[in-house]
Structure formats: C-alpha cells, structure tokens
C-alpha cells in the first residue's frame, strides 16, 4: 500500500527529441542532476544514452556522475556544482568534467595534477550565483584558457519571453566567445530553449521540460506528460454539518459531506501548502473526476470531499495526486512554488515505490 | 562535498527520557514512521530500544515495520496507516500489529485469518480523520471488541493550549472507555503531552519532540537539538549597487555586497519559500554567525549576503542551514510551514550524508 510512481520513460524520450528538432544547430545535453529530479538517474540517462543518442549529460555531485557513468559508457558527463579535493578520486575514476566556476575551483584543478579530462568553466553574464566574471576569464593565459572544453551560463528570467535581461544575458555570454574561440558554448537549460535559436549556442541542456514541466510554449502542446502518482484509498467517512475536519480544524462542513482519507502526506513531498487548495483524482468510467483536498496536509494523510463525485467513488482504492490532467505544474501552482521544486520533493521522497514505463 | 547530516542520538534518547518522566503513569513509545520524520528509523529504533528499553513503536507502513524488527526483537510495532492484502506477507513474517480505522479494515483482518496478533484500533474523538465511531464500535461483539489490544486516537488541536476542543476529545475518547475495558488507550502525541496528565492515558505515542521539534512547552528549555546540516560553500562573489540576484531577479543589491553560494537547495529539502527570507550560518571564534538567504532558493544552491559578516566568512568552506541555535521550528517559522514539514523533507532528501552521534 506505499504510494506508487509510475514514470514514461518513452514521454522523456519524447521530449527530449522535441527539443532536438526544435534545436537543430545544438547539441541537446540531458540534465539529470538530484537524481533525475527524482525520476531515477539511471534509468533517464541510459533510456537516452541508447534510444537516442545522448552523449552529454549534466549532474551537481560527483557521486551523481559516477551512478550514471555504467549506463554512459562514452559520454560526457559535467559537475554543475563543481568540486572539491574529496570528489578528485570519483572524477578520475569515472572520468568526470567539474564545472569551475570561480578562480578558486580552477587553481584548485590545477593542482588536481588532472590532465586527461577537460573541465567546463561557469562565467558570469547576470545571474550572479556561480561564474567567473569576464575580467577574471581575461586575466588567465590563453593555454589556461584553452584548457576548458565548454564554456556556460546560466539565464535568470527565462521563464519570462519579454523580459530584456535575457537579452542582456545574451549579449554578455558573447563577450567571452574571443577569450574561448575552440570552446563549446551553451546559455539555455529547457527554459531558454523556447527563446530562439540565437539563445541555443553549441549545448541546450535539457531537463525540466523533458520531465514533463511546461517551460517551453512553442513546444508546450507536443510535450508528454511523463510522471503519474497514485496512493491508497485508507477511509471513507461521513461527516455532519458543522463538524471540523485535520490539524487545527481549518475546514468546516458546511453540509452533510463525506470525504475519503489518502494514504500520502508531505513525508512524500506533497507540500502542505496544498491544504485545503490542491486536488485529487479518482478514475471514474474511463474518465478523470476531481475531488478538493480538505484540511490540512498532514506527515501521512490528506483528505478530501467527494460529496459531489459518484457514489461508486465512495470505495475506490486508489486515488492519483498527479496525472495527465493535473500536472506538476499545475500542483505548483496550487501549492504557490513551481513546478520544479513539486517533482523534485515528490519524486524524490523514500517511500514511493516506482514502476517504469518504457 | 555532498551536504552532511549530523544526527546526535544521544539527544533522541534525552528527548525521549523528559518526556517518560514527565509521563510518568503512561508508557511512552516512540514514533519512528517515515524513516524517523528522516533520521534513520534502524537507527533510532536500535537507540531507544537497547539504551531507554523503549518497546512500543509507532510506524506508517508494514515495510517500516519491517525495517525496524530486526534491532526491536521483542518490541510491539504498530502500523498507523492500517494495512491492505498485500501486506499481509510482512505483518504475518514481521508480527506488526495494524491500526484499523474503520469497520471495513476490521473485516479484512478478519478475513486475513491472523490470531497471534492484537491489532489496534483507532477511534473518532474529533479530528475527522481516521477512525470508527462510537456507534460502530459499540456495534461490534464483545469478542470482537476483546480483539483490541490499544486503543488508539488523535488530537487536532494540541498545539493550541486553550484550544477547549482538546478537552472535548479527550471526553469524547473517555466514552469509548466501557467498550474496551481491558485494552490499552493512548490519545496524546508529542504535543499532548504538554497538556497534563489525563491527556496521557495509558500510551503517550513521541516523535516530534525527541526529534528536536518545540512540542511541549514545559520541556522546551531542557530539549536537546538532535540535527545538524553543514553545506559546502561553492564561490565567493563581489556585486555592485544595482546587481541583481538569482532567479527572475528577487534581489538587488543596494550597496556593494559580498555574497556566498551554498551547495544546497529545494532538491535537498530546503524550502523554495525561503528565498530573501531564510538565514544560514558560519562558525566564527567559536560562535555562530549569521546570514540572511538572498534570492531564490534555486534546486541545488542558495545565495547569502556576507557583507556584515567578519571578513574570514568569504573563505569559509563550510555553511550551517541547521544548527543548535537555528532549528527545525526556526526554519519552519521562516518558511512560513512548520517543524515537521522542514525535518521530514530535509532529512529524507536522498543527498544528504548521514553521520551519527552516540
């Protein structure tokens, strides 16, 4: 009775080529760092790495790179999160590229004695988390320079097409490109992508967009929904007019109102922000019917009114908090973050067990 | 450099002694159900059991259960979310005892064919949750009723003092009483404790409060933290009046400002509701300093304003999100959720290393 992931490893596949055909000029990385935000790393990256032909993937830890290296045997696999001299014997033993990001990492690395492996280098066009500024890339040799393989970073306000500063960011990514002239160049994770083609540069590095998130309206419709959550039905009760429901009795019956108890809580991700907002669905006839979480969001339960659902409803075993019509997306909203971090927390969480599709 | 999880058990064990002398006419078992809210349920369970002989415990699902018999040999194990068929294996090779909450659940135990084992059962007092009513439990047999080996329910409002609806549950449980003359009853978990004595009845069920959570106000000053969450920092970083920060530019720097980037993020637990609200810390000469979250919590690092801070902080290589002075119920404030939420998402985020004290 844990809760249960079923996860479309052919929906990721899916998408992952719709960025391909929407970036023809680019290489498309897959980003499959924190686990594949929960989807499983190495079953992501190995479905991509053989059905189609994913060379480059990006991963935070070195601990996640060596997890996907067996799957990867050939690919380039980066460390967006850099490293340090703990992480030196997993990078050569798995043939790891770190991302530096400051003057520090890259003095770091050099005294790492690592010469087979090409490094990737952060720089700063406005983000302002991770990068070295164009006076620092200046300052190196040009054989310092041409130690790095790829050259990245990062858009701030992707998510919004009109706003000026990602032109901005744009534009100062192109001021390095005399310093690194062999290098690779990549700006847009799945967000940017949407932006045009002068924002792809050599490396579009996929991720939210191939995990189902909407961050790309030319490509919005085509996408495949990819992760469906389904949890135990564990009560189905009768409540009076008046009587409070969950933790410090936040909802009220205002009718006669029966409601079932679920078998999931924000031990499993589910934020408690959906109190009394999110819902749930319940497979009815072939169809999706919809039924509001009431109360609060507890560790292990939530509850909802199916007052207004079919009676049938009443003994259903299963319920689904995530699925093809309600989308990670749309439980962000509902629970006031984005989607992002909804698929992260849940996917992410112990106990749900996970069946793969494809 | 993964993040680091310092996990002092000696501190469970003194959590869970003050809340048996404060409960001194009650048996006090310990609630271990999501991997203890994170912390290591084997390891937890091993603790309470070998060095405070604690033998009740508390869990959500039968392969929690099943986790924590091998270091509980002789120990009652409770199942707080029931059961369905499929786990009848485990409850069966495991001698886990289900909570049954409702009079369906009550048939299919029946139906199991189990008599070596007394489950429990949990009654509606008033939080609308889980639970049978008084009708149907006084519409059960006698033998039927002598099944029962605990009785079991859950206050609403425990955090809530002057709350009179906790006295209203613990009448409404009283009821129940006559039905079940020689089982054991509990109503109070960490935070009815603090409610006095005739809210403990025969088992007080702790969790929240051995794991550092301010539960219960007449033992709040004599509680030790149990957590600990050291980060790595990434890169240190110099901006001028008017740079922005982070996603979709959440802060501006209003004078030049020394920043920290964090290896750390809402992958690893750390609410997106923390962004430009939260604070981190460093050692300094012995003591904690702080600094507030600057921008959004991004997926694996967060941004801090060091500009106060004394000028060893910018090569500090090491960060605190949670610490003795900083705890759970701090960071639940700041979040805008609670203790519980913080604790169940950080420490069961998959990254974390786990080192354990005592």
Redesign the interface.
């Known amino acids: 009775?844990?809760p249960k992931l079923y996860i479309d490893l052919d929906a990721v596949a899916h998408n992952y080529e719709l960025c391909k055909n929407f970036a023809p000029s680019a290489q498309v990385a897959a980003v499959v760092?924190?686990?594949a935000?929960g989807l499983g790393a190495r079953e992501v990256a190995q479905k991509l790495y053989r059905d189609k032909n994913c060379r480059r993937f990006f991963v935070?830890?070195?601990?996640e790179g060596a997890e996907i290296r067996p799957v990867t045997p050939d690919a380039d696999i980066y460390l967006?999160?850099?490293?340090?001299t703990?992480?030196i014997d997993l990078i050569k033993q798995f043939n790891l590229a770190p991302v530096l990001?400051?003057i520090?990492?890259f003095e770091k690395w050099q005294q790492s004695g690592i010469s087979n492996i090409k490094p990737a280098l952060q720089v700063e066009s406005?983000?302002?988390?991770?990068g070295v500024s164009y006076e620092e890339a200046s300052a190196l040799s040009d054989a310092q320079r041409e130690q790095f393989g790829l050259i990245l970073s990062h858009l701030?306000?992707a998510?919004?097409e009109q706003n000026p500063?990602n032109e901005h960011q744009k534009q100062e990514l192109m001021r390095y490109k005399s310093l690194f002239p062999n290098a690779l160049f990549s700006l847009s994770a799945s967000d940017g992508l949407g932006l045009g083609a002068d924002f792809h540069f050599d490396v579009v590095r996929a991720g939210a967009f191939m995990y189902g998130l909407k961050t790309c309206p030319p490509l919005n419709d085509k996408q495949k929904q990819v992760v469906c959550a389904e949890v135990?039905v564990?009560?189905?009760?009768q409540?009076q007019t008046g009587?409070?429901?969950?933790?410090?009795?936040t909802f009220t019956a205002k009718r006669p109102t029966r409601?079932l108890?679920l078998?999931v809580g924000?031990?499993d991700?589910m934020?408690?922000?959906l109190s009394n907002k999110g819902s749930v669905f319940f497979k009815y006839n072939g169809n999706w019917v919809k039924a509001p979480i009431v109360?609060r969001v507890?560790?292990?339960?939530i509850?909802c009114d199916i007052t207004d659902l079919p009676k049938e409803i009443e003994t259903a075993?299963k319920a689904f908090i995530l699925n093809d019509v309600y989308t990670l997306d749309d439980m962000g909203r509902d629970a006031?973050?984005?989607g992002?971090?909804v698929l992260?927390?849940i996917c992410?969480?112990?106990?749900w067990q996970k069946e793969y599709i494809g």
Chains 1, 2 share one sequence.
């Open positions: 009775m844990l760092k924190d686990n935000y935070a830890y070195a601990s967006l999160n850099g490293f340090d703990t992480d990001s400051s520090d990492q406005g983000l302002h988390r991770l701030a306000c998510d919004e500063f135990s564990l009560q189905s009760k409540l009587d409070t429901i969950g933790y410090n009795q409601i108890a078998s924000y031990a991700g934020l408690r922000t109360g507890s560790m292990d339960i509850l075993p006031g973050t984005i992002y971090e992260s927390l992410n969480s112990r106990r």
